[in-house]
């Protein structure tokens, strides 16, 4: 299903604005693809009678991605990512799981030729060659499914990226063909994609859960929002509403938030010096 609309969507040039990863500027895909997988099964009910299935979206332990490729839905790029001819990369995936009697489809060929922008562009070089991610490096990881101290000697090549990263998608050729989504659950919220550093740091637990409330961004929780954006505020221009903005979190109670904000305010003090 794909998910791109109107908005620019280059690699934002501003380090003084939150750049987040554009699948996660609206409402949460889990939501909407599972509401449209579970309206499928309805309407395959209806025409042939109760059968068995279960519908995913990201949801449990499915190789998506894999399975997607063999099915002939596209195929796996550099980068790890399913690519498609017709629609690049900037789509998501869902799946049903059924024990109905399906005709079985043709992969298609990679068609990644020798580029290998996608390598090359990774800010952590996560990407450690054609094929191979280190979920360890991939910024993506650290924003979202990493829950302790993000490393310290990645933290200033992370930027200005505080939740997800589309480095690698932005650069694929093959995204010239990505579609415009149709579905307007997927415009985005909030001003996130113009919203500033500064200003998403100061929002407070409250002002987090409630903007965000449908939101993916919301799962990470406000802590680790917090820890995200200290590290963007780390990789700011050195400003005193940046240092300001800092050291009103310096005292915070989650030992996590101080130890990035600590991070953040030693980086401007060392460049200032």
Not at 26 to 33: M, T
Not at 107 to 123: F, H, K, L, Q
Not at 171 to 197: H, I, M, Q, Y
Request: charged share 25%; aromatic share 8%; with cysteine.
């Amino acid at each position: 299903m794909d998910y791109l609309n109107g908005e620019a969507h280059g690699i934002s040039a501003d380090p003084e604005k939150a750049n987040i990863a554009r699948y996660a500027r609206g409402r949460d895909y889990h939501k909407v693809l599972r509401d449209r997988l579970q309206k499928l099964c309805d309407r395959i009910a209806q025409e042939i009678g109760e059968f068995g299935y279960r519908v995913f979206t990201d949801s449990a332990p499915v190789m998506e991605v894999e399975l997607a490729a063999r099915a002939g839905i596209g195929w796996r790029g550099k980068h790890t990512l399913l690519l498609s001819r017709d629609a690049g990369s900037w789509f998501f995936l869902g799946e049903v799981y059924t024990d109905l009697p399906l005709e079985l489809d043709q992969e298609v060929a990679n068609s990644c030729g020798t580029c290998e922008r996608c390598i090359e562009v990774c800010p952590t070089q996560a990407i450690r060659g054609p094929y191979q991610l280190d979920a360890r490096r991939c910024i993506s990881y650290l924003t979202i499914e990493h829950k302790s101290a993000i490393p310290e000697e990645l933290r200033p090549l992370i930027g200005n990226r505080v939740y997800g990263c589309d480095d690698c998608q932005l650069v694929c050729p093959w995204n010239r063909f990505a579609k415009l989504t149709s579905e307007g659950d997927f415009r985005t919220r909030n001003g996130l994609d113009a919203a500033t550093l500064l200003e998403l740091f100061a929002w407070t637990e409250s002002e987090f859960d409630s903007r965000l409330r449908g939101s993916p961004i919301r799962r990470i929780g406000h802590e680790r929002w917090l820890r995200n954006l200290a590290v963007g505020l780390g990789n700011a221009p050195t400003s005193l509403h940046v240092v300001a903005a800092l050291r009103s979190r310096a005292d915070h109670p989650s030992a996590l938030v101080r130890e990035h904000v600590a991070w953040a305010i030693s980086r401007h003090a060392s460049l200032a010096a």
